[in-house]
């Protein structure tokens, strides 16, 4: 299973953003997806999590009602679409899949594979 991040970039503050994970191998349909931080000299963050059906959704509070996650199975891809975007989101972006049919996670550990990650800037 790979998975690459991208869509990151340079936005100023108020401004927004959309990642987007790709999946390839395995059975995508059948994943939990989650997208997690890491700020500069900071530990890795949850951000976001969606079962396998997008029926199910875990937000951290610091970015609930700005930020979406969703999923496209058909395309193997999550999205996860950041409004109202603060200096503070600034930080490298990672999907993961959990490869186990359970609800999503908030923690890392639980999640088999990774992606190499997406530089999202947010200047004040």
């Known amino acids: 299973v790979q998975l690459q991040a991208f869509g990151g970039g340079l936005v100023q503050t108020g401004g927004s953003l959309r990642l987007s994970c790709a999946v390839s191998g395995g059975t995508f349909s059948r994943y939990a997806m989650g997208w997690f931080r890491q700020a500069p000299g900071k530990e890795r963050e949850f951000v976001v999590a969606?079962?396998?059906?997008?029926?199910?959704?875990y937000y951290a509070d610091s970015v609930k009602g700005r930020f979406t996650i969703s999923r496209d199975n058909a395309k193997n891809t999550v999205n996860l679409q950041m409004n109202s975007l603060k200096p503070e989101d600034t930080a490298v972006y990672y999907c993961?899949?959990?490869?186990?049919?359970?609800?999503?996670?908030?923690?890392?550990?639980?999640?088999?594979?990774w992606g190499q990650g997406t530089l999202v800037t947010v200047s004040s």
């Open positions: 993961a899949a959990d490869l186990n049919v359970r609800n999503p996670s908030r923690r890392p550990g639980e999640y088999d594979y």
């Open positions: 969606i079962s396998w059906s997008g029926v199910i959704t």
